[in-house]
């Protein structure tokens, strides 16, 4: 990782006797240095935000236990629980007028129920105790602390525009850990690889801080902006759509005789998987006899093995389906089954070992990248990872102050090798292609660095 963002510049004045050899390895270094201070100035502020809202979801869980206790913890007891019907029902009561959209099952013997109730288009979460029935917690999306933070992680607070922005930032931030992991790149020199010199008083700590810290963690910031790439709004629905279409992701044979809607899996429900999210919700077929009832399609999925902590979407008209996913710590457990309404037949039943595998490798990503996969250790090294993040953050910041010339902002010099600058750049924009607004912000900032430079008259030093 980085040697700086906008670190030390190299012996760029070689003197006339200097080797071609080395005046082109200064020369690559120069061009390197330009391109991670630009990935660094588009990253640095988002990044901040994304490793810190990143590093409180990994803990969500705790964190609600902690600030919520009654909403999120229950006493734990033999007593039956009450059937989800009569807690659907309880819930209706606490927010009258409102319709129940979907029902979570308890996860474990102290968590709560919790039903989404719809009035207006406002959504209310109910919180139970499956076995008093008692509400103990009432909140919208809006309101609930963990789903303020995960929509300030991907920007979706903002709009579907600022969301592209994580998809800019992830795709820059990998053009930062490569360029970066150059300028690191040993060059017989002692300090900035693996040792920090000095005292924060003077700018070699920082950058040799900054160098080092990159080393330790530019492979789990990779891994991060990677495994994050699936939810963005264009690359990720792109890798989704080629997926399918290859029969790696969805397996969509398993709709190939069933009726089905227009509304996609994720509309219905919140833990229906990545690789299932664009799966269209199944249809029951309109019959004269009463449907099942909630009460009776839990027990249908308890039957067929579906684990606790599932989320079931309640039939919506007369062709609905009883719509349940769940999406647990364990990987290989997720699964998802819909029933027709009346006859309570499985319409549907995706395992995960069912799922294509590139569909399988990136939900496995997900959860690694969440923190979910193998417990405490892939928290704290997901936490690890953010913590690095803030730190290669704030000790550019730090760096690029302290070496800013007064009134300037220091941007790196192009070297005066115009075939290495245009070699470089092609190298960038070569990755940027992979991701395609990554690539359009990468075309637009070489727009404006030729703008800049025909308006100021400058040419490479």
């Known amino acids: 990782m980085p040697r700086s963002l906008t670190g030390d510049a190299p012996p760029f004045d070689a003197p006339a006797s200097a080797s071609p050899v080395r005046v082109s390895r200064e020369a690559v270094y120069r061009a390197v240095w330009r391109w991670h201070f630009y990935a660094g100035l588009i990253c640095l502020p988002f990044l901040i935000l994304l490793s810190t809202t990143g590093a409180l979801y990994l803990f969500k869980d705790e964190i ?4 919520f206790p009654r909403r999120f913890v229950v006493p734990a007891s033999d007593r039956p629980s009450l059937g989800p019907d009569r807690l659907v029902y309880v819930a209706s009561q606490a927010v009258p007028d409102a319709a129940p959209l979907t029902y979570l099952d308890p996860a474990g013997p102290t968590d709560p129920a919790v039903v989404t109730m719809a009035k207006d288009g406002e959504k209310t979460l109910v919180s139970l ?3 008093s029935g008692d509400v103990v917690g009432r909140v919208t999306p809006d309101g609930d602390v963990m789903m303020v933070i995960r929509r300030l992680h991907s920007l979706s607070y903002f709009g579907p525009v600022a969301n592209g922005i994580v998809e800019v930032v992830a795709g820059f931030l990998i053009v930062l850990v490569l360029t970066g992991t150059y300028l690191w790149w040993p060059r017989g020199q002692v300090g900035g690889v693996v040792t920090v010199r000095g005292d924060p008083r003077r700018r070699v700590w920082w950058r040799d801080l900054h160098a080092v810290t990159g080393f330790v963690a530019g492979g789990g910031l990779l891994f991060l902006a990677l495994t994050g790439l699936p939810w963005s709004i264009v690359w990720g629905q792109q890798v989704r759509a ?6 790696l992701g969805q397996p969509s044979a398993l ?3 069933v009726p089905v809607s227009t509304v996609p899996m994720g509309e219905a429900l919140t833990q229906a998987g990545w690789a299932l999210e664009d799966a269209p919700v199944p249809l029951s077929r309109p019959a004269p006899a009463a449907p099942i009832g909630l009460d009776r399609a839990a027990a249908i999925l308890r039957a067929r093995g579906m684990p606790a902590g599932y989320e079931l979407a309640l039939p919506v008209g007369p062709t609905g389906v009883y719509a349940a996913a769940v999406y647990p710590r364990d990987v290989a457990r997720q699964r998802m089954i819909s029933l027709d309404q009346y006859t309570g037949r499985p319409l549907v039943d995706v395992r995960f ?6 569909g399988r490798a990136i939900q496995v990503g997900i959860g690694l990248h969440k923190g979910e996969v193998f417990g405490r250790l892939n928290q704290f090294l997901m936490l690890a990872f953010c913590l690095a993040g803030i730190a290669l953050s704030v000790t550019a910041g730090v760096m690029w102050w302290k070496r800013r010339p007064s009134g ?7 070297p005066r090798a115009p075939g290495i600058v245009a070699g470089v750049t092609l190298l960038v924009v070569g990755l ?15 727009l404006a660095d030729c703008g800049l430079r025909a308006l100021t008259g400058r040419r490479p030093a």
């Open 353 to 358: 070992s069912q799922i294509g595998i590139v």
């Open 255 to 257: 709709w190939a005789r």
């Open 242 to 247: 080629l997926s399918n279409a290859a029969g």
């Open 408 to 414: 300037s902002l220091g941007i790196p010099p192009w």
């Open 64 to 67: 609600n236990a902690a600030l």
């Open 129 to 131: 105790d499956p076995r």
């Open 432 to 446: 940027g292609a992979l991701f395609p607004l990554t690539g359009a912000a990468i075309l637009a900032m070489i």
